[in-house]
Structure formats: C-alpha cells, structure tokens
C-alpha cells in the first residue's frame, strides 16, 4: 500500500513528475494484508483524464484507505520494485470496483518489451490514461483476487483503440486472475493450443497489477471475445444491413448461464420432452443495437440448421448440416476441449460465428473461452454434487451423463455424432495433431517455457496470496510448491493424452446413446428482449406451408396483426388484443379466416399497434 502523507490527497495529482520519488511503506507480517511496498511515480500533472478522478481529500482520508488496507487483506507484504513481466497499475481513488456496471479509473502501464526489466519507477510507456472497468467472472467471482473487464477510453469516455502489451489495438480487455489455478497458467495454455488450431483464440500476456498501490499479484492480459479484424475477424453488420447478402453476417452466438427475461437471445426450437431448451444468446451485434430483421435472420439460420439436423438426411453430403457448419472448427472445438477435459465444455462459455454468405457462411464454432476449471484443475465430475470417482485423466466429456443432465438438450452434437464422417475426420485430425505439437514433447516445452517467464513473479503472487500448500475450490490436487503445481499439470496432460490414444474415438461414438431419441418440435415465442415497437420480415419467405411472422411492442397496448391480399382485402387476423411489452412470434399457414387454402402469391401483412403500423410483403408457393 502507498500512501502519501499531505493535505489533500488530490495534491499528488498536481506534483510533476520529475519532482515525484518512491514512499513505500513497508508492511511486515501475516496478516498485514497483501500489503504490497510499491514505489510509483505520481502521474503528469498536465493528464487532464486523470485530474478528472481525484477528487479533494485530507489526511484522515489516507491514513483511513492505509488502515482499511492493513485490516482487510490477506497475505505477506510483498516488496515490489521491478519485474521481468509488463507492470500494469491501475487507479480508482479507493472506489471499490463493482460487478457493474464499469466505473472510471486510470491505467499506466510499463512494457519495456520482451528480456527487458521493467522498474517501478520507470514512466508509463505502454498506456497511460483513462479506462472503465469493473469486476469480471461468475464462481471466480468468491475469490478475494478478483478478475476484471476493462475499456481504454478517452478523457470524454469514448471507446479508445491502443496496443496493450504488443497486442493489436483494441478498447475491450480482461484482467483474468489466476487463483485458484496455482499453476497461473492453464487459461494462457489453453488458448496457446486453439491458436495452433484455430483461426482465433485471445491472446495472452502475463503481467504483474497494482490497484490503488496495493500489489495484486500475477493477472492474464485477454483480448475480449469480439468482432474486430484482428480478433473475430468476420463482416460489420450495420444498423441499415436489413436485405440480401449484407444481411447475412457477421454474427456472434453464444450459449451461458443467463437470466429469464433478461438475457438477450431466444430458445432452440428443439428439445426433449419435460426438458429445458438451449438458449442462444446475442454476442454481435448485441441486443442494444441488433435490429428486429437481423434477429429474424440469424435465427431463421439456426432454426434451418436444427430442422434439418432433426431430420433422417441429416448427414446427406449435399443437402444435410455441412452446408451450414464449418466441419473442421466444430471437430477442434471438441479435441481442445477434451484434451483440456474442460468442465464447462458443451454448456457454458460456448461461442460460434458468422461471415457473410458471399465470404463464407458456414457456422464457425469457436473461439474459446474460459478453461481455468480445466487440465485437472477440479474435484468433481461437470456438477459440483456428483462425485469424482474415476480417475481425473478419464472419461469423454461429451459423452458424459452428467453434462447431458445438466444443461438444455442441444439437439447438435447428439446428431452431428451420429455422422460417420464426422468421426473419420475427428479421427484424422487427431492422429494428425498427435504426431505435431500435442506430442509430450512439445506440450512439457510449452508449460516449462511459461514456467520458467513465471519463476520470479510466482514468488511475489504466492506471497500476496498464500494458497500454496492450501486447497482452494475446486482443486483436484494440492502441491506445497509451485514447481509442483507445474509438475502435476505435465503429468495430467501426459496421461490426458496417452488415454485419449486408446479410448476417445470409441467414447465418442456412444453419443449416439445419450440421451433417448426422443426429440420434440417445440418452436416457442420466447424472446426476453425489447428493443422497440417492430415488424420483422416473415421466415421462410417464400414460403410453402407455414412461415413465421414476429413482431415486438414497447409498452401495453392494443395489437392488431393481419393478412391482406393485393386488392387489400384482409384475408386472416393472426393477433388480435391487447399484448404486454415484449417480442412475440406468430405462424401462420396460409390459410384463410375460414380455414381455406389461399392461393399461391404476393400478400401483405400488417400491423396497427398504438401509434405504430407498418406493413411487410410475402410470397406464399404452392
């Protein structure tokens, strides 16, 4: 903790900086918390983002921050001056950050660039200026090392695109803090693999934070999940790409815990019986921005995809699901997922994309996210209440009754399973990887190389946070030393790989016995967001039989939603009430108000809800 002793605490803002000179303040003892001696050069007076958030103070003040810190935080101090990893220091004025939403801090960060030490005092050359930030994670979220998501902005608080550790420019990041993984490593090792694998997985870059002077220990700099050229590297969709090709990508989906009537996205039109559905969530655009046509395309794709992945064609080479899907991305999704025996595999933190169709509109699955309750790093098997009873390098994740148990049915994987050439490529693609880099030989180098960049820092982690020798949920294993925590990860992986050798084809294939073949059709309204009073584009159009028609209103009102043919005669009432804000979905068979079979041609529907109306056109086939 560095404190300095003046009459305002705003006055360290007005120092320059050539004026400023280290104050540790050294803390000894258990119990003293975490305590880091950390000497830091005061930022430029002349930054004007940063006077923007040091707000007045006295004495007292500071002094009572010094005695909060002393009282609360676990660990040893910790004598912090320079590291061999990049330093990042962030600045809240003792505001604790929230889950959400971000509040506004200040970031300096000293990347003198790779074999290169970085000093304390040295000047920020990496970044220094404004971020918003607040605490990340779900179950991570316990731990008292917390992990954050934070934006580079401008003195106004708009996004700002910079390079943070050699990475690309960009304005979204994440802070990951391992913890409970006292190998510090596995989140880093896991998207190392992807990216040899895939087109995109974040990257990665360790570093040593300091918040609000308090050394936090070793954190993982991510690239956040997102549509960018140098990440997600698929099409803009803009607010007025409502038609053809331009309509057609990009799009990021992805499935997570969410909230009922919260949480942006809509339900699988499939499930089992007395089941719970799948539901897809919006990632980009997001729900803020994603327009009533472009929620109407994305999923009229996925509901293609599912309706044919039900059907018997399924596998057929020309028409079933590999028009739809990139084979060869959902084939490594589930090789790095079970070497990793990821336990959130299939369920949670599951991402898939889409380019334009004129780029290539095949779903793409991917890219990763979140491992740290990977490569051996827990004690039960996917549901905290079952019991680990085999061996921890066992057992195929996706054919596990447990994970089949515990999330919505997602009708995919059991069909794409089935699919014998499916297995022949993930069969070939893992001999193929076998004999490159996933040989032991390459895997031990990479978890060493980490090891041997961590040595140092690793010290100063484990003294800030005492967990050597101490079990912290959920380990699987428990080492005294960090050495030993990084001998038990090559050792898991060794033997990881050596059983997926002989069992992960034959795992593999008894999917196709989880669980009973007893799919249901059950295309459902639900659609938890509102963006505004709309009328979407009908899907399928053309149509031969039943398409659907959606509609959403912003407050209660009256809603009238009818079908007209071109002399503008109404024909059929599909909605006629008062409806509650919300989306709505509604089909309709082409049928008349008697019941009577319209003829194929052009008909127009129309809605009158308030003060809104618009009107939409329609092929029906015959």
């Keep these: 903790m560095l404190v300095y002793f003046t009459d305002s605490l705003n006055a360290w803002t007005s120092a320059p900086r050539e004026d400023f000179a280290a104050h540790p303040l050294a803390v000894a003892g258990r119990g003293c918390g975490g305590v880091g001696t950390v000497g830091r ?13 040091a707000p007045p103070g006295r004495r007292f003040c500071a002094v009572l921050i010094l005695l909060v810190a002393l009282l609360s935080s676990p660990g040893f101090a910790v004598d912090f001056t320079s590291s061999n990893l990049s330093i990042i220091d962030i600045r809240t004025d003792g505001v604790p950050i929230p889950d959400e939403p971000k509040i506004e801090a200040w970031m300096g960060v000293i990347d003198k660039g790779p074999e290169q030490r970085n000093h304390i005092g040295d000047p920020f050359n990496g970044y220094v200026g404004n971020i918003g930030i607040e605490v990340r994670g779900s179950s991570s979220q316990s731990f008292p090392k917390k992990s954050y998501a934070l934006e580079t902005r401008t003195a106004d608080g708009e996004n700002l695109d910079v390079e943070l550790l050699g990475m690309p420019p960009e304005n979204d990041w994440v802070l990951y803090a391992p913890y409970s993984d006292k190998s510090l490593m596995r989140n880093a090792l896991a998207c190392w693999i992807a990216r040899q694998m895939q087109p995109y997985a974040s990257r990665t870059r360790f570093c040593e934070v300091v918040l609000n002077g308090d050394y936090q220990g070793i954190y993982v700099l991510m690239e956040k999940i997102k549509r960018d050229k140098n990440r997600v590297d698929i099409s803009t969709l803009r607010e007025e790409d409502s038609a053809g090709d331009e309509l057609t990508g990009g799009y990021i989906i992805r499935f997570d815990r969410f909230v009922a009537g919260q949480t942006a996205g809509w339900y699988s039109a499939y499930s089992f019986a007395a089941l719970p559905r799948l539901f897809y969530q919006y990632h980009y655009p997001r729900a803020s921005t994603i327009t009533l046509e472009q929620e109407m395309y994305i999923q009229g794709f996925f509901n293609q995809l599912e309706d044919i992945l ?20 959902f ?60 061996d921890p390098r066992h057992e195929v994740q996706i054919n596990n009754r447990i994970v089949w148990g515990s999330v919505p049915f997602w009708i995919w994987w059991r069909r794409i399973l089935q699919d014998e050439a499916f297995i022949a490529a993930l069969e070939e693609r893992w001999q193929v990887l076998r004999g490159d880099f996933l ?15 961590l040595e140092e820092a690793q010290a100063r982690n484990f003294a800030r946070w005492p967990v050597l020798g101490e079990w912290v949920w959920p380990n699987y294993f428990v080492g005294q030393t960090y050495a030993e925590e990084v001998e038990y990860l090559k050792e898991w992986l060794a033997g990881r790989l050596a059983w997926l050798d002989g069992n992960f084809i034959a795992g593999i294939r008894l999917v196709a016995d989880l669980p009973p073949d007893d ?44 079908i007209y043919n071109l002399n503008g005669q109404k024909v059929a009432t599909l909605v006629e009430g008062v409806r509650k804000a919300g989306e709505y979905t509604v089909d309709w068979d082409g049928m008349d108000r008697a019941g009577n079979e319209l003829a194929a041609g052009i008909y127009l529907y129309r809605i009158n809800s308030g003060s809104f109306r618009k009107v939409e056109k329609m092929l029906l086939l015959k």
């Design 519 to 562: 799919i249901v059709f059950t295309y459902a309204a639900e659609t938890p967001v509102v963006p505004s009073f709309a009328l979407g584009q009908n899907y399928p159009n053309p149509f031969n039989g039943r398409t659907t028609i959606r509609f959403a209103v912003a407050t209660r009102t009256p809603v009238d939603l009818s």
């Design 310 to 329: 039900a059907g018997r064609q399924f596998s057929d080479s020309e028409q079933g699901y590999a028009r739809y899907i990139d084979v060869a991305s």
């Design 41 to 53: 050069r005061r930022p430029d007076a002349a930054t004007p983002e940063r006077q923007k958030y």
């Design 331 to 390: 084939v490594d999704h589930i090789i790095i997922n079970e070497v990793a025996k990821n336990v959130d595999a299939y369920r949670l933190s599951t991402f898939m994309y889409k380019d334009k169709d004129s780029i290539d509109g095949r779903l793409v699955m991917g890219p990763i996210w979140d491992f740290n309750l990977a490569f051996g790093n827990i004690n039960y098997n996917v549901h905290p209440s079952a019991e680990m009873r085999e």
């Design 439 to 453: 040989q032991r030989a390459g895997i031990d180098a990479k978890i060493d190389s980490m090891a041997l960049h």
